[in-house]
């Protein structure tokens, strides 16, 4: 099955500067990657995602880049603000038909300081 | 509605009791999934239904049991629950055959088992 890994687990950034958060896949046949952003005792809420015929994806002050040979892909955030402070999932999925199995990285808590 | 709603939204309950989540859905999702989330780890997959249908069981043990009764709807039965069954229990749903976006969560339900 599919595996993902996430690095880093803990980042901490000045408020202003920029994060990156990678992760690498297993599964070749793997062709969708979101991210997720959750906030303490809140639910997981998607905030980009990447298919694998696209190499980069942007909205405002959050990317992801896709690198299909190599098997990862990576969530880069600008001008970082203290509400971005969260825990980060990437996941991998394919389409096996009518449903989709998310398989998601080990989390990334991300602490912006003022 | 672009919703996914879950109750109900805190559950304290004894290895003894049975009980039961619900989580609905109006968006016209034809694929809704079951995921257990531990503190500070990602979610894990437990059921997923396609088109009303159970098509994946990640080995979950008897005690959840999961019941789709109409395309809108998906409940979680649990009985004789362990301790370390509690944790956030989320539902979610897709629009099935890759129509559309990815995910939406529920907000799930945090469940103790005393």
């Known amino acids: 099955g599919e595996n993902v890994e996430q690095h880093p687990s803990t980042l901490s950034v000045q408020e202003g500067d920029s994060a990156v958060i990678k992760c690498t896949y297993s599964?070749?046949?793997?062709?969708?990657f979101p991210w997720y952003k959750q906030e303490l005792g809140k639910r997981p809420q998607l905030i980009i995602d990447i298919r694998s015929n696209v190499g980069e994806k942007k909205d405002q002050r959050i990317a992801v880049t896709l690198n299909k040979t190599a098997k990862h892909f990576s969530l880069h955030i600008t001008e970082t603000q203290p509400e971005d402070s969260a825990v980060y999932f990437c996941?991998?999925?394919?389409?096996?038909?009518?449903?989709?199995?998310?398989?998601f990285g080990s989390g990334t808590q991300l602490t912006v300081l003022p | 509605d672009t919703e996914v709603t879950q109750t109900p939204k805190h559950l304290v309950m004894g290895m003894t009791n049975k009980k039961s989540l619900k989580c609905e859905q109006h968006m016209g999702h034809r694929a809704m999934y079951w995921y257990k989330q531990k503190a500070k780890k990602p979610p894990e997959l437990m059921f997923v239904?396609?088109?009303?249908?159970?098509?994946i069981n990640e080995s979950v043990p008897s005690r959840f049991s999961p019941e789709c009764p109409n395309s809108s709807l998906l409940n979680l039965h649990l009985h004789a629950l362990q301790p370390e069954d509690s944790a956030l229990y989320l539902c979610?749903?897709?629009?099935?055959?890759?129509?559309?976006?990815?995910?939406?969560f529920g907000s799930g339900t945090r469940l103790t088992v005393v």
């Open positions: 996941a991998a999925s394919r389409v096996p038909g009518s449903a989709r199995q998310l398989t």
């Open positions: 979610a749903s897709s629009p099935g055959f890759d129509r559309g976006h990815g995910y939406t």
């Open positions: 599964d070749s046949a793997s062709n969708y």
């Open positions: 239904y396609s088109y009303e249908k159970l098509s």
